[in-house]
């Protein structure tokens, strides 16, 4: 084979395999039950995966060029957040945040980032990684409910048994009391016997 | 009865280049979003009247197809459906969003890297034609020249929709704006933007 027969079965080869690259890519993609988008340096989404269309309500077609901090509620808490210095020296950063989705319905997400770089190291924006913490959320604040009701329930307990307590040792202290004058009007009444 | 007039069919008929698979495929995509199959079927028929026949199925990304295929697409599809300029500005917008050339552009993180970028790239979808991109950073201002390329009315306002789309990633202003500027050689064509 010549060199133009080696160099075009080469480039068949490299099509082929840019092929199978773009539908594993696509597949693992759409397979992908976390949601997830990349955002260049500026914060602006670039793409997204179907797991974030879902989630955000968001088309990809409508996601791209969309800043990420507008599908949050604390945006100036994502503007720091992706800020370089932010993650330096650190491979993520997980924080919760509020999703506001297409549909403005509040969700609370649990939202992981991190950083990507080029082959030179330069900083070329983020993945952000986003779950739905809704479930967790409920039971959280029912858990918290829970115990703030039983904590409520055991102070008034605490409450009757301290009223009893003082209650019943006023009763025993009148008890000593009386005892003690009986036993002085006894002692009195012997002497007066004495007397006698 | 054809819907592109004989001297237009003779002056697309002379156009030079090839456009790459995956441009061409993403283009249909936008028709099927706005007309569903249906709607990209009636374009298809034409182009196959035109003698320009190519199925939406048949496209294969990595292959590059006659230039004609893009041009006529993007005719015939204003026409049948009579879109209006800035329908074809919203095509050319879709163009930029979908295509997977520029998913992997991570590089484009600002307008510098767009310029030296520029020429690249459009090596990546036509094989005719060059592209270079100049900018003001101070006034603002910044052109993009497209030489060596045969470019109708319907191409300028898609281009001005892709040109928009790739800028609005590296400069978010509400006042970005890319306008198509009628130059004297019909074979440079130049793209004003402003932000």
Same mark, same amino acid.
């Given at each position: 084979?010549?060199?133009?027969?080696?160099?075009?079965?080469?480039?068949?080869?490299?099509?082929?395999?840019?092929?199978?690259?773009?539908?594993?890519?696509?597949?693992? %993609?759409?397979?992908?039950?976390?949601?997830?988008?990349?955002?260049?340096?500026? !914060?602006?989404?670039?793409?997204?995966?179907?797991?974030?269309?879902?989630?955000?309500?968001?088309?990809?077609?409508?996601?791209?060029?969309?800043?990420?901090?507008?599908?949050?509620?604390?945006?100036?808490?994502?503007?720091?957040?992706?800020?370089?210095?932010?993650?330096?020296?650190?491979?993520?950063?997980?924080?919760?945040?509020?999703?506001?989705?297409?549909?403005?319905?509040?969700?609370?997400?649990?939202?992981?980032?991190?950083?990507?770089?080029?082959?030179?190291?330069?900083?070329?924006?983020?993945?952000?990684?986003?779950?739905?913490?809704?479930?967790?959320?409920?039971?959280?604040?029912?858990?918290?409910?829970?115990?703030?009701?039983?904590?409520?329930?055991?102070?008034?307990?605490?409450?009757?048994?301290?009223?009893?307590?003082?209650?019943?040792?006023?009763?025993?202290?009148?008890?000593?009391?009386?005892?003690?004058?009986?036993?002085?009007?006894?002692?009195?009444?012997?002497?007066?016997?004495?007397?006698? | 009865?054809?819907?592109?007039?004989?001297?237009?069919?003779?002056?697309?008929?002379?156009?030079?280049?090839?456009?790459?698979?995956?441009?061409?495929?993403?283009?249909?995509?936008?028709?099927?979003?706005?007309?569903?199959?249906?709607?990209?079927?009636?374009?298809?028929?034409?182009?196959?009247?035109? !003698?320009?026949?190519?199925?939406?199925?048949?496209?294969?990304?990595?292959?590059?197809?006659?230039?004609?295929?893009?041009?006529?697409?993007?005719?015939?599809?204003?026409?049948?459906?009579?879109?209006?300029?800035?329908?074809?500005?919203?095509?050319?917008?879709?163009?930029?969003?979908?295509?997977?050339?520029?998913?992997?552009?991570?590089?484009?993180?600002?307008?510098?890297?767009?310029?030296?970028?520029? %020429?690249?790239?459009?090596?990546?979808?036509?094989?005719?034609?060059?592209?270079?991109?100049?900018?003001?950073?101070?006034?603002?201002? !910044?052109?993009?020249?497209?030489?060596?390329?045969?470019?109708?009315?319907?191409?300028?306002?898609?281009?001005?929709?892709?040109?928009?789309?790739?800028?609005?990633?590296?400069?978010?202003?509400?006042?970005?704006?890319?306008?198509?500027?009628?130059?004297?050689? %019909?074979?440079?064509?130049?793209?004003?933007?402003?932000?």
């Amino acid at each position: 084979m010549n060199d133009r027969g080696k160099t075009e079965n080469l480039l068949k080869m490299a099509v082929e395999d840019l092929k199978d690259i773009e539908i594993y890519v696509q597949e693992y %993609s759409t397979f992908l039950p976390l949601a997830v988008c990349t955002i260049n340096p500026l !914060g602006i989404i670039l793409n997204s995966n179907q797991a974030f269309q879902k989630l955000t309500g968001y088309k990809e077609i409508e996601a791209i060029g969309k800043k990420m901090k507008d599908l949050f509620l604390n945006k100036e808490n994502f503007k720091d957040l992706i800020k370089e210095k932010t993650l330096k020296g650190k491979s993520s950063l997980t924080r919760k945040m509020t999703l506001l989705t297409k549909e403005e319905k509040k969700m609370p997400v649990s939202m992981a980032i991190s950083i990507r770089r080029d082959e030179e190291d330069n900083f070329i924006g983020h993945f952000i990684a986003l779950s739905d913490i809704t479930a967790f959320e409920d039971l959280r604040k029912n858990l918290e409910k829970k115990v703030k009701e039983r904590t409520k329930q055991l102070q008034e307990r605490v409450d009757e048994l301290e009223k009893f307590r003082r209650l019943t040792e006023g009763r025993e202290l009148k008890m000593v009391e009386l005892k003690e004058e009986i036993k002085k009007l006894k002692e009195e009444l012997e002497k007066q016997k004495g007397r006698k | 009865m054809l819907m592109v007039s004989k001297q237009d069919i003779e002056k697309t008929k002379r156009m030079e280049g090839e456009i790459i698979g995956s441009s061409l495929k993403a283009d249909r995509e936008f028709i099927i979003e706005k007309k569903g199959r249906e709607g990209l079927r009636k374009v298809e028929k034409e182009m196959e009247k035109l !003698g320009y026949a190519l199925k939406y199925e048949e496209i294969d990304k990595y292959k590059w197809y006659p230039v004609q295929q893009d041009f006529l697409s993007l005719l015939l599809a204003q026409k049948i459906f009579n879109w209006s300029d800035e329908t074809i500005r919203e095509w050319g917008r879709w163009g930029a969003k979908t295509n997977f050339i520029i998913k992997l552009m991570a590089r484009l993180v600002s307008k510098k890297t767009i310029a030296s970028f520029a %020429s690249k790239s459009w090596r990546k979808y036509y094989t005719r034609g060059t592209m270079e991109y100049k900018l003001d950073d101070e006034k603002r201002v !910044g052109t993009a020249i497209i030489k060596d390329f045969t470019i109708y009315p319907v191409h300028l306002h898609y281009l001005e929709g892709y040109f928009y789309q790739i800028l609005s990633l590296v400069e978010p202003s509400p006042n970005l704006k890319v306008k198509g500027v009628e130059t004297k050689d %019909s074979n440079v064509h130049r793209f004003e933007v402003t932000w």
